[in-house]
Antibody
Framework: EVQLVESGGGLVQPGGSLRLSCAAS????????MHWVRQAPGKGLVWVSGINTDGSTTNYADSVKGRFTISRDNAKNTLYLQMNSLRVEDTSVYYCGRAGGWDGSSWVSLFDFWGLGALVTVSS | DIVMTQSPDSLAVSLGERATINCKSSQSVFFSSNSKNYLAWYQQKPGQPPKLLIYWASARESGVPVRFSGSGSATDFTLTISNLQAEDVAVYYC?????????FGQGTKLEIK
């Protein structure tokens, strides 16, 4: 059974840092692109960042570029999101998602499994 | 960035009736070389993560009831829920994965009338 379990969320002051983790199990972690998607309280889904299978390629939303860093440890089956210079508007539930879509030539950002999410609250 | 716009923002449908949710993209998400529409639908119930329902605009994810169906192409798409059940109360999102950043619609809240 595929499982994704986020951890590391919490309350942090503006300008602070936090690192989220997503522990994966039930599938060959190293074979899939992985992503972070966030959802502010009462709002919609917003893609944050994605990373390829070996960590050599990363993508970021403009809103977090230069502040957030996505990484992975395939030996530990774990995805990370290092969040620096946090802002009030970063307050959200952060989900990790597996990109399970294949279009015949490449993986696509189609999220077939999601974690339960980690709440990050940025407030003074 | 491709902007995804859903309509309506909310709707109320009677049990056993049909619910229709629309999604429009600001540019085509159809890739002609493989004839695929890079469009997915997700269902999110309160306090839960999203769940994939439909991908490639019309392919139903394993385990999703047949009353959920997707249609459309290029820039206009529809999610149809036939024979609405009480457990279908949720917020539904469309998503394009044609390019980066992948983007979601604002969501449509479905309630029982």
């Amino acid at each position: 059974e595929v499982q994704l379990v986020e951890s590391g969320g919490g309350l942090v002051q503006p300008g602070g840092s936090l690192r989220l983790s997503c522990a994966a199990s039930g599938f060959t972690f190293s074979s899939y692109w992985m992503h972070w998607v966030r959802q502010a309280p009462g709002k919609g889904l917003v893609w944050v960042s994605g990373i390829n299978t070996d960590g050599s390629t990363t993508n970021y939303a403009d809103s977090v570029k230069g502040r957030f860093t996505i990484s992975r440890d395939n030996a530990k089956n774990t995805l990370y999101l290092q969040m620096n210079s946090l802002r009030v508007e970063d307050t959200s539930v952060y989900y990790c998602g597996r990109a399970g879509g294949w279009d015949g030539s490449s993986w696509v950002s189609l999220f077939d499994f999601w974690g339960l999410g980690a709440l990050v609250t940025v407030s003074s | 960035d491709i902007v995804m716009t859903q309509s309506p923002d909310s709707l109320a449908v009677s049990l056993g009736e049909r619910a229709t949710i629309n999604c429009k993209s600001s540019q085509s998400v159809f890739f002609s070389s493989n004839s695929k529409n890079y469009l997915a639908w997700y269902q999110q119930k309160p306090g839960q993560p999203p769940k994939l329902l439909i991908y490639w605009a019309s392919a139903r994810e394993s385990g999703v009831p047949v009353r959920f169906s997707g249609s459309g192409s290029a820039t206009d798409f529809t999610l149809t829920i036939s024979n609405l059940q009480a457990e279908d109360v949720a917020v539904y999102y469309c998503q394009q994965y044609y390019n980066t950043p992948n983007t979601f619609g604002q969501g449509t809240k479905l309630e029982i009338k």
